[in-house]
T-cell receptor, first 113, second 119 residues
Framework: AQKITQTQPGMFVQEKEAVTLDCTYD???????LFWYKQPSSGEMIFLIY??????QNATEGRYSLNFQKARKSANLVISASQLGDSAMYFC??????????FGSGTQLTVLP | NAGVMQNPRHLVRRRGQEARLRCSPM?????VYWYRQLPEEGLKFMVY????????ESGMPKERFSAEFPKEGPSILRIQQVVRGDSAAYFC?????????????????FGPGTRLLVL
């Protein structure tokens, strides 16, 4: 079974609008962390936001927020007020008791002017 | 504070040659992870190291691949006798020492990656 599932290979959003990128996960560990990374066309991996399994509040970082629904095992990324520079590949990742990250297959986001 | 540094950024090798990829973690970070990204795919874990120790190499191919993180100097990912299927982007990430027991919180910060092309 896939540990991290991103069902949207590609998404389009109009500049200045909000967009939600989906991520579901599968784990039996009680303690885990969920991450979102951005990979622009230049190729680097940029950390965006983190949510711990015990965190009571949804994480927010500037225009990024994480819609964490533990019972549904989902950790969707919400980007508000999209900008052209947000066009990139977005990866959801999970860390369980083992320290390494498991990545989803990614969502290619294109922001339209 | 410099980020994670990787070199070279691009590496071209012919089949059968050796590839050496270097990673210098962020200052204050003592955990290093290596990941591989094949074209059009997400990153896949290879190996997790601390200074002078390999902690988890469950994602590393059994042959031709090795990794080290010496007491002094960068972490090295070494691929011997490269084949075309080794062509990929190799990313290094580092994280700080976990300071709060029980709950793993530290974030992994990635370097810019090394793009390996095997001809």
């Amino acid at each position: 079974a896939q540990k991290i599932t991103q069902t949207q290979p590609g998404m389009f959003v109009q500049e200045k609008e909000a967009v939600t990128l989906d991520c579901t996960y599968d784990t039996s560990d009680p303690s885990y962390g969920l991450f979102w990374y951005k990979q622009p066309s230049s190729g680097e991996m940029i950390f965006l936001i983190y949510q711990g399994s015990y965190d009571q509040q949804n994480a927010t970082e500037g225009r990024y927020s994480l819609n964490f629904q533990k019972a549904r095992k989902s950790a969707n990324l919400v980007i508000s007020a999209s900008q052209l520079g947000d066009s990139a590949m977005y990866f959801c990742a999970m860390r369980e008791t083992a320290r390494q990250l498991t990545f989803g297959s990614g969502t290619q986001l294109t922001v339209l002017p | 504070n410099a980020g994670v540094m990787q070199n070279p950024r691009h590496l071209v090798r012919r089949r059968g040659q050796e590839a050496r990829l270097r990673c210098s973690p962020m200052k204050g970070h003592s955990h290093v992870y290596w990941y591989r990204q094949l074209p059009e795919e997400g990153l896949k874990f290879m190996v997790y190291l601390q200074k002078e120790n390999i902690i988890d190499e469950s994602g590393m191919p059994k042959e031709r691949f090795s990794a080290e993180f010496p007491k002094e100097g960068p972490s090295i990912l070494r691929i011997q006798q490269v084949v075309r299927g080794d062509s990929a982007a190799y990313f290094c990430a580092s994280s700080p020492v976990e300071t709060s027991g029980g709950i793993i919180q530290e974030t992994q910060y990635f370097g810019p990656g090394t793009r390996l092309l095997v001809l």
